[in-house]
């Protein structure tokens, strides 16, 4: 099984531009997110979703767009990028939305925008 | 809402020598997770705890969740530099909806081993 996948690995972008970061998993997991990581910040939570057709808001939703038509893929849309979404994403599964599931990450995409 | 405190922020250490890294919250919760992230990787789950005083050990990893479920602490033993990496806590909290979970990360704690 790959688990995770996230593509590009890197991305430039300049302020404006929209771009789609993919992720897909093959474990059949219910639930998807989508977190950013930044310097001196944690991870926080961007969206989420608890199955096909379903997502909502985590912690700090705003510049970003997710659908989810299969279980497989959980695409994140930047819709109009701004410097301060440059930034490390991840996306990560899981089973189901339940508490102590184990989350499984993908390897990140490190994304610039100038 | 940032739920977790992690202390300390950066652990520079020499190979060998012990270590421990904590997690703290002003409210109660129900269970916690630790996880490690490396370099250019995405975090991996250590281990979850769910029952206060609860005491996991995971080679030279020592995980304690506090008795008043507030607190949770990783002790390492023996440190190696492939023990680098940044230590998150993590946990569930319920959404608005009360039917799903999700997850909230403290800011972490970047120990390097040197060697």
């Known amino acids: 099984n790959a688990g995770v996948t996230q593509t590009p690995k890197f991305q430039v972008l300049k302020t404006g531009q929209s771009m789609t970061l993919q992720c897909a998993q093959d474990m059949n997991h219910e639930y998807m997110s989508w977190y950013r990581q930044d310097p001196g910040m944690g991870l926080r939570l961007i969206h989420y979703s608890v199955g096909a057709g379903i997502t909502d808001q985590g912690e700090v939703p705003n510049g970003y767009n997710v659908s989810r038509s299969t279980t497989e893929d959980f695409p994140l849309r930047l819709l109009s990028a701004a410097p301060s979404q440059t930034s490390v994403y991840f996306c990560?599964?899981?089973?189901?939305?339940?508490?102590?599931?184990?989350?499984?990450f993908g390897s990140g995409t490190q994304l610039s925008v100038l | 809402t940032q739920l977790l405190e992690q202390s300390p922020q950066f652990l520079s250490i020499q190979e060998g020598e012990n270590l421990t890294v904590y997690c703290n919250s002003s409210s109660v919760f129900s269970s916690l997770q630790w996880y490690r992230q490396e370099p250019g990787e995405g975090p991996v789950l250590l281990v979850t705890v769910v029952t206060g005083g609860e005491v996991k050990k995971l080679k030279r990893l020592t995980f304690q969740f506090g008795d008043a479920r507030k607190d949770s602490s990783l002790h390492i033993t023996a440190a190696q530099p492939g023990d680098t990496g940044l230590y998150l806590c993590?946990?569930?909290?319920?959404?608005?909806?009360?039917?799903?979970?999700?997850?909230?990360f403290g800011k972490g704690t970047l120990l390097t081993v040197n060697p």
């Open positions: 993590a946990l569930y909290w319920e959404n608005s909806g009360g039917s799903n979970y999700k997850l909230t």
């Open positions: 990560a599964s899981s089973p189901s939305p339940t508490r102590n599931e184990k989350l499984f």
